[in-house]
């Protein structure tokens, strides 16, 4: 048997040749597809979805940490600095771990690391730093350093300390190894005019942290939250200072200017890991407000000078103690310009410098630092006294005759006899209102009721009319009327908490429209505030034309360009015969030993608005003018809660304000220089 075995592979090479060959053709093929998938999908990264990724990317991991600017200046309007920007030395710390607390608010293992920080700052604050300032514990530097991220987020470096001394600045640069994540830079704190002008009006700063409660600032945050705010230029750092009252907040936007910003890299536990690049600030503009500082200081020494006179000098037979606080406003006639708006006592604002104040420093500020001439605050006596806001007594009496003339219930020659008193109401329970001391005047023109100050003329002659011919519907007449010369509404001026004034012959629901209608007439039925009350005494100047208050003038770059000038504004115009605005003004005649020696004829009307303040009656000092009678220039509010009559505790006070005026302006257009100021304080 053979064991041949035929050769098969020979004979089948050329096959397997083929199927090899095919092989390695398809590899090749689906090596080459894989290649250009992946060579389009680069290219796709890179030019159409890579501006994408890198956007996000660095949204992800690079964060813009603001720089906060210079804050501009706030000047009074012949460029005296009443608030500015100083530079001082902060420390700032930079947490490099995360201490915050555990579940259940169990202390990390690296705890003690950082509370070992805050005690070695402390115990070199002490040593080193200003004895008469601040010091600093240990738990005010933990809360400083927010560990539980309840105000900051991981990689925003923590201001401890602003007002670095020297000593300290040594210590710490010494030490600097010592002392991880410690910075100290740089920054500019605000600092207000020592002589407190207008503190009240030029307002005051909070960091931006504690500035949420107002609307302002609530929105900004908002905005930021949600990544509609785009500008890292507008992102606010809750450290930072903002304007919280008065012009600060008025012109926040503009003060503040435009921060820099630092951009620091994070690793995915949100903390920093270096700096990237630094973007400066911008310095923010400056306002130049309408106060005249020489003409403020004089006003509010005038005050508070005529205070003290009340409580050491009997008037009307009796010493006026209670007489503890007095607003007054100088606004010009013609342009609108508040020159002086003074709220007193007042306080030193630079107890804000760091944001906030004490509570020792609250305490002695609680009633003194809001602004009395355009809202209403409690005096903080004890027991019950009437606040910054009050009735305006006769001062309506110019209103309520030009009302008279115009709705017909009189002529301008027209005579009335005065018998002492009015009578209102239903026949046998009729209220009586008698004239201030029970006088009779007996025949009496419009002016004469004006100049006399007639509380029978007005009743019989405005108040009860008006109910006799609208009804009920008088009150919104008269409301109407009270509008159109700014009573009852804001006055325009811009400055925030401005309220509108209290109008009683709306709220007393209880009271008969009669009832009102005549208590409205004389004055006894209006709460209003003393820039309301200066805007209104402009518009009787001004014959019907309302003026906006101006308290800015101007707006320039810090180059000292104007980027915004304000001109003068009439906000209404209210048409009556010229013959109406002559009686007025002849009216507003009465008189006032204050003014004995005044070189101009001028416009006056005095007020003592009797007020029920708890279970007893207060009578508030109000008083109002303007000068020169004749093309008149500057307008002048008064009042003095629990001040007794007008002509004794605002009238004095107004003098030295036109006289101050007087001296700066000239209420000719001459400037009279030092000319001594009256001190004539009557007794009467």
């Known amino acids: 048997?053979?064991?041949?075995?035929?050769?098969?592979?020979?004979?089948?090479?050329?096959?397997?040749?083929?199927?090899?060959?095919?092989?390695?053709?398809?590899?090749?093929?689906?090596?080459?597809?894989?290649?250009?998938?992946?060579?389009?999908?680069?290219?796709?990264?890179?030019?159409?979805?890579?501006?994408?990724?890198?956007?996000?990317?660095?949204?992800?991991?690079?964060?813009?940490?603001?720089?906060?600017?210079?804050?501009?200046?706030?000047?009074?309007?012949?460029?005296?600095?009443?608030?500015?920007?100083?530079?001082?030395?902060?420390?700032?710390?930079?947490?490099?771990?995360?201490?915050?607390?555990?579940?259940?608010?169990?202390?990390?293992?690296?705890?003690?690391?950082?509370?070992?920080?805050?005690?070695?700052?402390?115990?070199?604050?002490?040593?080193?730093?200003?004895?008469?300032?601040?010091?600093?514990?240990?738990?005010?530097?933990?809360?400083?350093?927010?560990?539980?991220?309840?105000?900051?987020?991981?990689?925003?470096?923590?201001?401890?300390?602003?007002?670095?001394?020297?000593?300290?600045?040594?210590?710490?640069?010494?030490?600097?190894?010592?002392?991880?994540?410690?910075?100290?830079?740089?920054?500019?704190?605000?600092?207000?005019?020592?002589?407190?002008?207008?503190?009240?009006?030029?307002?005051?700063?909070?960091?931006?942290?504690?500035?949420?409660?107002?609307?302002?600032?609530?929105?900004?945050?908002?905005?930021?939250?949600?990544?509609?705010?785009?500008?890292?230029?507008?992102?606010?750092?809750?450290?930072?200072?903002?304007?919280?009252?008065?012009?600060?907040?008025?012109?926040?936007?503009?003060?503040?200017?435009?921060?820099?910003?630092?951009?620091?890299?994070?690793?995915?536990?949100?903390?920093?890991?270096?700096?990237?690049?630094?973007?400066?600030?911008?310095?923010?503009?400056?306002?130049?407000?309408?106060?005249?500082?020489?003409?403020?200081?004089?006003?509010?020494?005038?005050?508070?000078?005529?205070?003290?006179?009340?409580?050491?000098?009997?008037?009307?037979?009796?010493?006026?103690?209670?007489?503890?606080?007095?607003?007054?406003?100088?606004?010009?006639?013609?342009?609108?310009?508040?020159?002086?708006?003074?709220?007193?006592?007042?306080?030193?604002?630079?107890?804000?410098?760091?944001?906030?104040?004490?509570?020792?420093?609250?305490?002695?500020?609680?009633?003194?630092?809001?602004?009395?001439?355009?809202?209403?605050?409690?005096?903080?006596?004890?027991?019950?006294h009437p606040e910054s806001v009050v009735l305006l007594g006769s001062t309506i009496k110019p209103l309520s005759v030009l009302i008279g003339l115009k709705e017909g219930f009189f002529s301008k020659n027209y005579t009335y006899y005065d018998k002492g008193a009015a009578y209102f109401g239903k026949e046998g329970h009729q209220a009586r209102i008698q004239n201030s001391g029970g006088h009779v005047y007996g025949p009496l023109s419009p002016a004469g009721a004006l100049e006399h100050s007639s509380n029978a003329f007005m009743v019989d002659k405005v108040g009860m009319p008006l109910h006799s011919k609208y009804g009920s519907e008088a009150i919104g007449i008269w409301d109407r009327y009270m509008m159109d010369f700014g009573l009852g509404v804001v006055t325009g001026s811009g400055l925030p908490g401005e309220q509108r004034g209290i109008r009683e012959y709306i709220l007393n629901e209880n009271e008969s429209t009669q009832s009102r209608m005549a208590y409205a007439s004389f004055g006894q039925q209006g709460k209003y505030t003393t820039l309301q009350l200066a805007q209104y005494t402009a518009t009787l100047a001004n014959e019907g034309k309302r003026m906006k208050p101006q308290i800015v003038s101007k707006i320039t770059d810090k180059a000292g360009n104007v980027v915004q000038q304000f001109q003068p504004e009439v906000l209404n115009v209210v048409n009556f015969d010229k013959s109406y605005w002559n009686v007025v003004k002849k009216g507003m005649n009465s008189k006032v030993s204050a003014f004995g020696d005044f070189p101009y004829d001028f416009a006056r009307k005095t007020g003592t608005s009797t007020q029920q303040v708890g279970r007893e009656l207060v009578d508030n000092g109000v008083f109002i003018a303007y000068a020169p009678r004749e093309n008149p220039v500057l307008a002048v509010a008064v009042m003095i809660p629990e001040g007794g009559f007008g002509s004794n505790s605002a009238a004095p006070i107004a003098r030295k304000i036109f006289d101050a005026y007087d001296e700066v302006y000239g209420l000719d257009g001459i400037p009279k220089g030092n000319k001594k100021t009256s001190t004539d304080k009557p007794i009467e």
Request: aromatic share 10%.
């Open 1 to 384: 048997m053979s064991d041949y075995v035929p050769d098969r592979t020979q004979q089948e090479s050329p096959k397997h040749k083929d199927s090899f060959n095919l092989r390695i053709n398809l590899f090749f093929f689906s090596t080459f597809l894989i290649f250009c998938v992946i060579i389009v999908r680069l290219a796709i990264l890179q030019f159409v979805e890579g501006p994408t990724l890198k956007g996000e990317e660095t949204s992800r991991d690079v964060k813009n940490v603001p720089i906060a600017p210079a804050r501009g200046i706030i000047f009074d309007d012949k460029g005296v600095k009443l608030a500015y920007s100083i530079p001082t030395l902060s420390m700032y710390v930079t947490l490099k771990s995360n201490y915050s607390d555990l579940e259940g608010g169990k202390k990390r293992d690296n705890y003690p690391e950082v509370e070992k920080l805050a005690e070695d700052l402390a115990a070199a604050f002490k040593e080193y730093g200003d004895p008469n300032g601040e010091i600093l514990t240990k738990e005010d530097i933990l809360k400083a350093l927010d560990l539980n991220y309840r105000l900051y987020s991981g990689y925003i470096p923590r201001r401890i300390k602003m007002d670095i001394t020297d000593k300290e600045y040594a210590y710490f640069m010494e030490h600097k190894s010592e002392y991880q994540g410690i910075t100290i830079v740089e920054e500019n704190k605000r600092q207000y005019d020592p002589d407190t002008v207008a503190v009240q009006t030029i307002g005051y700063i909070k960091d931006f942290k504690r500035s949420k409660t107002l609307d302002k600032y609530q929105t900004i945050t908002d905005l930021m939250k949600d990544g509609t705010q785009k500008d890292p230029g507008l992102i606010y750092n809750e450290s930072e200072f903002v304007g919280f009252d008065g012009l600060e907040l008025m012109y926040q936007d503009e003060l503040r200017g435009k921060n820099g910003y630092m951009e620091i890299p994070v690793d995915p536990r949100n903390m920093p890991e270096g700096v990237d690049n630094i973007i400066p600030p911008e310095k923010g503009h400056d306002v130049w407000s309408t106060i005249n500082k020489d003409v403020q200081m004089k006003t509010e020494q005038a005050i508070m000078d005529q205070l003290d006179w009340l409580h050491k000098n009997p008037v009307s037979g009796k010493l006026h103690r209670d007489a503890t606080t007095g607003f007054a406003v100088a606004m010009e006639v013609k342009t609108g310009k508040v020159v002086a708006m003074a709220s007193m006592p007042d306080y030193d604002t630079n107890v804000w410098g760091s944001g906030a104040v004490s509570s020792d420093n609250w305490k002695n500020i609680e009633y003194t630092y809001q602004n009395g001439t355009i809202r209403s605050f409690n005096s903080g006596k004890k027991g019950y």
